[in-house]
């Protein structure tokens, strides 16, 4: 009972603390870290000892396997040069850097200590550098790097730990560590594969999405434990197999199965992910007590520690500038003719936050070191200093050097682009069937797609004080789901319908009400948004490039006024300047204009937009 009251405890701390930190605006990590050691001194709670198998084997998996997921193999594939230099050779320049260090300040610890505690500290945290980069909004690129080197260098820092500890107790040869990378690296992926390929042929013969979802909580447990039997590296197996399940969980899953895994996994991350950061901070009394026990004094032991943190941080801006201006990219970035800015650069070096992993991995040195409290007291300097320091700098670094964050306009737009062209791919599949359409139902089809399409174009719109025919929808929509519930309700209180049949249909209304809270949502943000507008989303095509955007300055639809019609938003014609309403409006004017003069791109005439749209290739520009 006492162990199910303190986790009980511990998940209540969690929620609270993450709510204060929500409504608060402070970083939920940071929050709980400081609660985590505050809590650590009252005389109720008891001593936290991290246990280094609870972490690696309960904890580190499942994190991993969620954030895994979530992570998108064709931006990890178009970033693997920046991940791997990150996630393996700035993992080992760190470990001998921050070993020199600790050698030159300890007295009487040996190298294969001092590199024991320098592959400890040397990975970033998995959890908390993306979410600190996603809550201040930083540019996709850098929280793609940032995600793929928190995904794998733990796997490096694990193996360098390893060897240094083997190396401690009879010594090993070069030979040696380059086998012992190579059996991790490559038997890690080989049973990464495995578990996907297994994974995915059992997907194929099942669609309950209870079952799926226990077989993908059970997945990253059995990678892992696969893996380490075999003296691989369980890391690299759980995060392959969540990389590749990730991709093509919309082939192998129903859209059931994806909802309830999306969700489920979703949950777990998020207490997860904060139940670390409190443990964290837990640790903070007794392993500061221990370290006061040691005969080195405090002066000393102050300045390994300051030292230790100071190494962290400089030996990773000095690679990450190197390494980007001289191995990444040297030249002009490919898709903008531009070097990327040097303050992207910086962002990513400063961005280096550790986590539960490095206190996990301190606590595998064996009890004999020399100077063990010490080097405990490091590890747990390290993580929290970093996770202070560059956590509470990052977003004020971030502002102070102007880094655009994702524009919610741009992702509207892509949006409504993609959701474009995918409808046109499948009208044109309408199109080739052949069926027997008595009721009208291929005339429904048409025009559900077209609400779908004209929703997503209809987010575009900038102005505060205008309802648009999707937002009055969902407005109105949203009040008679309210009715509705309501009325269900009653009904299953009178109990003259199954509960069966009623939840249901309650679950019906679940669905539709959330969609149309997402795209609220998803409206306000858009509205919300002042970001830079100049940068365009998707592809480009002959007609863009011979039509370049040009100041709109209109301010009706003539064919409205002349036939008493209105308009929801204005284009106009790049070829002859003609102006017309959207499709959202009744009579589509720049849609029919474009049908009688072929006259290919429009751009929009709304005040604060200036995005093209080419009618012949679907394409925006």
């Not at 009040?479 to 519930?485: F, L, N, Q, S, Y």
């Not at 269900?488 to 049949?501: C, F, Y």
Request: with cysteine.
């Amino acid at each position: 009972m006492e162990i199910a009251f303190l986790l009980v405890l511990l998940a209540a701390t969690v929620l609270a603390s993450t709510a204060l930190a929500d409504r608060i605006r402070f970083p939920a990590p940071l929050l709980l870290i400081a609660v985590g050691a505050a809590g650590a001194y009252l005389p109720f709670v008891p001593e936290v000892h991290l246990d280094p198998e609870i972490v690696l084997l309960g904890l580190l998996p499942p994190l991993l396997y969620a954030a895994a997921l979530q992570t998108s193999l064709v931006d990890f594939n178009a970033n693997r040069r920046p991940i791997l230099l990150l996630s393996v050779g700035l993992v080992i320049f760190t470990t001998a850097g921050v070993a020199a260090v600790v050698h030159a300040l300890l007295p009487g610890i040996g190298w294969p200590a001092a590199f024991a505690i320098g592959a400890v500290v040397g990975p970033p945290d998995a959890v908390a550098a993306t979410a600190i980069a996603r809550r201040i909004g930083l540019p996709r690129r850098l929280v793609t790097i940032l995600e793929g080197e928190s995904l794998l260098n733990d796997a490096t820092a694990l193996v360098a730990l390893r060897t240094a500890i083997a190396a401690g107790a009879g010594g090993v040869t070069l030979l040696e560590v380059s086998e012992d990378f190579a059996v991790a690296a490559g038997g890690g992926v080989l049973i990464g594969l495995a578990a996907t390929l297994v994974v995915a042929k059992v997907r194929k013969l099942i669609t309950d999405p209870v079952f799926d979802t226990a077989l993908s909580l059970v997945t990253p447990f059995a990678a892992y434990i696969a893996a380490e039997r075999f003296h691989a590296s369980g890391v690299i197996a759980v995060v392959v197999a969540g990389l590749l399940l990730g991709h093509k969980a919309a082939i192998l899953q129903s859209a059931p199965s994806r909802i309830a895994e999306r969700t489920n996994w979703s949950t777990i991350a998020f207490v997860l992910e904060n139940a670390v950061f409190l443990l964290i901070g837990l640790q903070a009394g007794w392993i500061i007590t221990d370290a006061g026990s040691s005969d080195l004094g405090w002066a000393r032991i102050g300045a390994v520690c300051a030292a230790s943190l100071a190494a962290v941080i400089v030996l990773r801006m000095l690679w990450v500038f190197p390494a980007r201006y001289l191995l990444v990219r040297p030249g002009p970035d490919p898709l903008t003719g531009k070097r990327p800015p040097w303050t992207y650069t910086f962002l990513l070096g400063w961005a280096g936050m550790r986590g539960v992993v490095t206190l996990a991995a301190a606590f595998i040195i064996p009890d004999d070191t020399p100077h063990r409290e010490v080097l405990l007291l490091i590890a747990f300097t390290v993580v929290a200093g970093t996770l202070f320091l560059q956590g509470l700098t990052l977003p004020w670094l971030a502002r102070w050097m102007r880094v655009p964050s994702p524009d919610p306009a741009e992702d509207a737009l892509a949006r409504a682009t993609l959701l474009q062209q995918a409808s046109k791919a499948g009208l044109a599949r309408l199109e080739e069937l052949e069926y027997d359409d008595p009721h009208g139902v291929g005339d429904l089809v048409r025009q559900r797609l077209d609400q779908r399409n004209f929703a997503a174009w209809e987010r575009l719109a900038t102005t505060v004080d205008q309802e648009s025919p999707s937002d009055l929808y969902n407005r109105v929509r949203l009040e008679m789901i309210t009715a509705e519930r309501e009325r269900v309700l009653e009904i299953r209180s009178a109990g003259t319908v199954p509960a069966d049949v009623v939840s249901e249909v309650l679950a019906m209304l679940d669905i539709e009400e959330s969609v149309l809270d997402h795209s609220a949502r998803e409206r306000a943000r858009v509205v919300a948004s002042t970001t830079d507008r100049s940068r365009r989303t998707g592809d480009s095509c002959a007609h863009l490039e011979a039509h370049p955007a040009v100041v709109a300055e209109a301010t009706a639809c003539e064919d409205c006024l002349a036939e008493g019609t209105s308009w929801v938003a204005l284009r106009q014609c790049l070829t002859c300047g003609h102006i017309g309403c959207c499709d959202s409006s009744p009579r589509q004017h720049a849609t029919a204009h474009f049908h009688a003069s072929t006259h290919p791109v429009i751009q929009s005439a709304e005040p604060g937009e200036d995005w093209r749209w080419c009618f012949v290739d679907h394409t925006t520009g």
